[in-house]
């Protein structure tokens, strides 16, 4: 039972449960509970799941055979909303480590791809490095920092 911790006219702030679960499964991972009356008895109950916002990741960008990656987007947003995701939920920030040196200048194009069913987040570079001289096309791999956030 909660103890009660303050109570008025307008409010009663209850205390925590006697006990705590801590071995948690992944469902319940993030989640947020509401102590309310159901029938008469307090009992705690499910309200709504924390959904972490950012995702980051570093992916090898071999520009003479591929320039773009994929991320399912599961591994991005929690999976019961993955189906109604599309572009304009994804903000992707992309900067390039370089062991030479140079400056790279890029940007990116995004889309909702199915691979094997699996839907996934489709980013295709588009880069140019500075070789002291001109802007050339980057062959090779460069690591690609990504920063991917939900909005």
Not at 14 to 37: F, K, R
């Amino acid at each position: 039972m909660a103890e009660i911790v303050l109570t008025t006219e307008d409010l009663v702030v209850l205390g925590g449960p006697d006990t705590v679960n801590v071995e948690v499964g992944d469902d319940e991972y993030l989640m947020i509970y509401q102590y309310v009356d159901v029938l008469g008895t307090l009992q705690w109950q499910t309200l709504t799941k924390l959904i972490p916002n950012t995702y980051v990741t570093n992916k090898s960008i071999n520009f003479s055979t591929a320039d773009y990656c994929h991320i399912p987007i599961s591994d991005i947003v929690d999976p019961s909303y993955v189906g109604g995701a599309d572009t304009s939920n994804f903000s992707v920030q992309a900067t390039f480590s370089t062991s030479a040196g140079y400056p790279i200048v890029s940007s990116i194009k995004t889309e909702i791809v199915n691979l094997s069913s699996v839907p996934n987040l489709k980013i295709t570079f588009y880069a140019k490095e500075f070789d002291g001289t001109n802007w050339i096309d980057i062959t090779g791999s460069r690591t690609a920092n990504l920063h991917i956030s939900v909005v």
